[in-house]
Structures are given as structure tokens and as C-alpha cells.
């Protein structure tokens, strides 16, 4: 799953519970002793994954394959699954005042990493393994990033999936994409970022066919029509 992109369009691990057992806890910590370059005892872990991969984002600003990230966010919704949505929110918040969908904006200016690639790949986790967060969280999560994410998971997904094989829900999908378009404190921001239907003489790119399949499944849910 999202392993290799399609040259065209037209043609998890579980983690374990944590232990109180002080056997085990000393196992580990032995385990995550390393060696620093004078020679200095440290850990490669501090015990907590929320902290480990929080002093790792700084190595997530360039894009991770899938598997990866499918990993660490398996495992940090096995120990806490509201912290984990909580924390992919942090990685998306671009560093302003948000507006929230009834037009409401946060007083002060929210802080957080903006790893666009990063969030939007731990939503897609969200999607295909805990359906009904994904969605409860969706609104937030473009709040804190873009509208123009969305259309970025539906981008993805064909890109390595192509529309018959896509894994992602794009009929929930398209429903939030409508109620954006009714709701006139976001209308315009999702018109913005609506993709661009190419002709299909020009449609030269796998992003431009991408675009192209998007923009008719969208069309085609607005007249309801059964196909794209």
C-alpha cells in the first residue's frame, strides 16, 4: 500500500500494551543503551514514543515512505488513540490564527511543526484503519493545515492505487468536499483548491489525470450520476 507510484492513470504492525513489570522495564532500557561519539552512555529512547517521535520531526521534513509512517502512528494509537489524533494535528498546524468551519477564529496565533507530507499520510493511516475518527477529525485537521489537503489524499491514492484499486473512502469524501462547498465560511477556500480537468489529449502528468478523475467524481456525485 502507497509503495510505488503508477507511471499513468488512464490504462500494520500492532504495538504492545505498556507493562508496569520492572523486568521488562529494565530490559528495555538496557536494550535502548547506545553509545555516543566520545564513548558516553545514552538511550535511543526515552521510554514514551510520543516523546521519541516528537524529537524526531525533525527527520520527517523530508517525506517517508508509507510502511513508516503506517508504524509509528499504529503505535502510538495503540497507547493513546486521542493523543495520537492530537498529535498528527500538531504536525499539520501551520503557525497562525486558524479559522475554524463556522468562521470562528483561535485568539492567538497556534504553534505547530507543518509537516504537510507527514500529517496528511498519518490522516490517510486514520482513513483506512479507524474510519470514524478519521472523519470526526477531518474538520480540525484541515483547519490547522489546508483545504488543499484533502484533494491531496485523493491525489495520493490514485497515484498509487488508480481509481479501481483506490483503499480510501471517496464517497465520505466527497461528502465533506460538498458540505465545504455549502458552507459559505469555507465555500471559497474548497473552490480554490478544487482540481482542474484537464482534456485528456493534455493530460500529460499522473497529477494532471489525477486532477482530471477527481474533479468528474466530484461532478458526477454533485448530479448524481453513478459513475465517473
Request: glycine residues 6%; aromatic residues 10%.
Amino acid at each position: 500500500m502507497f509503495e510505488k507510484r503508477k507511471n499513468t492513470l488512464f490504462e500494520t504492525p500492532v504495538a504492545t500494551k505498556s507493562t508496569g513489570n520492572s523486568f521488562v522495564k529494565e530490559g528495555m532500557k538496557t536494550s535502548s543503551e547506545t553509545v555516543s561519539g566520545n564513548g558516553a552512555l545514552k538511550y535511543s529512547t526515552t521510554g514514551n514514543s510520543f516523546v521519541d517521535q516528537f524529537g524526531s520531526l525533525g527527520q520527517f521534513l523530508s517525506p517517508r515512505p508509507y510502511a513508516q509512517i503506517a508504524k509509528d502512528m499504529s503505535i502510538l494509537y495503540a497507547q493513546d488513540a486521542t493523543l495520537a489524533v492530537k498529535f498528527t494535528l500538531y504536525m499539520r498546524l501551520i503557525s497562525r490564527r486558524c479559522k475554524l468551519f463556522d468562521g470562528t477564529m483561535t485568539e492567538n496565533v497556534q504553534r505547530g511543526a507543518g509537516l504537510k507530507h507527514e500529517s496528511i499520510m498519518r490522516m490517510v493511516w486514520l482513513a483506512i484503519n479507524h474510519k470514524k475518527t478519521f472523519v470526526n477529525s477531518l474538520q480540525l485537521f484541515i483547519s490547522c493545515g489546508s483545504w488543499k489537503d484533502v484533494f491531496e489524499m485523493m491525489r495520493t491514492d490514485l497515484e498509487f492505487h488508480g481509481f479501481e484499486r483506490k483503499v480510501l473512502d471517496w464517497n465520505a469524501l466527497s461528502t465533506f468536499i460538498m458540505a465545504g462547498l455549502e458552507n459559505p465560511e469555507t465555500s471559497e477556500l474548497v473552490k480554490k483548491y478544487l482540481p482542474q480537468i484537464t482534456a485528456k489529449n493534455k493530460c500529460n502528468t499522473l497529477r494532471k489525470q489525477a486532477n482530471t478523475i477527481i474533479t468528474n467524481f466530484l461532478l458526477n456525485k454533485l448530479f448524481r450520476k453513478n459513475s465517473y
